[in-house]
T-cell receptor
Framework: AQKITQTQPGMFVQEKEAVTLDCTYDTSDPSYGLFWYKQPSSGEMIFLIYQGSYDQQNATEGRYSLNFQKARKSANLVISASQLGDSAMYFC??????????????FGSGTQLTVLP | NAGVTQTPKFQVLKTGQSMTLQCAQDMNHNSMYWYRQDPGMGLRLIYYSASEGTTDKGEVPNGYNVSRLNKREFSLRLESAAPSQTSVYFCASNLDSGGYSNQPQHFGDGTRLSIL
């Protein structure tokens, strides 16, 4: 069974500093995808970044980047130059196309990030 | 761009009542999903529909039924609501042509459902 673990229930970061949100996963399949979503206090789910298991390079999207360590089964989200608007819940999710429910995402429990002024 | 639209946004029910949560997407996506979000547990899949006319159970299907009315619409029904079904419900859709895909799921804004 797939499993996503986010060990940091809450994180604080000073504005303009970088922060890393941890995510580890467990799968026995060689082909999978990892997604990060942001959920602000307003409640909507916003897609941030994607990393495929066969991607040669770590994914980047603006101030977001993934520190993907395949051997350690970790896909940590790095947010550079934090802004007050980054305060939100962040979810890591995995998609395993060879699982029984091939298209579903399995979510971690999330990390609540608070950016301090 | 509407994306994924859920109705209603809020609902309060009494135990035993029934209701249907509506979801529609205008992105011509093939796959649609219903999740519930409970505090400290992330999102859990209730049901999904890989294409029009097909539905499959997810992680927590008990107490729910779904209908994929057409390609655009995917509804979730609670036949006899229970307090344990108090949650925030999210509908999502995905272009997904099958198999390995990097397409993200697009989410609606959620429905906050309270069962008294």
């Amino acid at each position: 069974a797939q499993k996503i673990t986010q060990t940091q229930p809450g994180m604080f970061v000073q504005e303009k500093e970088a922060v890393t949100l941890d995510c580890t996963y467990d799968t026995s399949d060689p082909s999978y995808g990892l997604f990060w979503y942001k959920q602000p206090s307003s409640g909507e789910m916003i897609f941030l970044i994607y990393q495929g298991s066969y991607d040669q390079q770590n994914a980047t999207e603006g101030r977001y980047s993934l520190n993907f360590q395949k051997a350690r089964k970790s896909a940590n989200l790095v947010i550079s130059a934090s802004q007050l608007g980054d305060s939100a819940m962040y979810f890591c999710a995995m998609r395993d196309p060879f699982s029984g429910s091939a298209r579903q995402l399995t979510f971690g429990s999330g990390t609540q990030l608070t950016v301090l002024p | 761009n509407a994306g994924v639209t859920q109705t209603p946004k809020f609902q309060v029910l009494k135990t035993g009542q029934s209701m249907t949560l509506q979801c529609a997407q205008d992105m011509n996506h093939n796959s649609m999903y219903w999740y519930r979000q409970d505090p400290g547990m992330g999102l859990r899949l209730i049901y999904y529909s890989a294409s029009e006319g097909t539905t499959d159970k997810g992680e927590v299907p008990n107490g729910y039924n779904v209908s994929r009315l057409n390609k655009r619409e995917f509804s979730l029904r609670l036949e006899s609501a229970a307090p344990s079904q108090t949650s925030v419900y999210f509908c999502a859709s995905n272009l997904d042509s099958g198999g390995y895909s990097n397409q993200p799921q697009h989410f609606g804004d959620g429905t906050r459902l309270s069962i008294l």
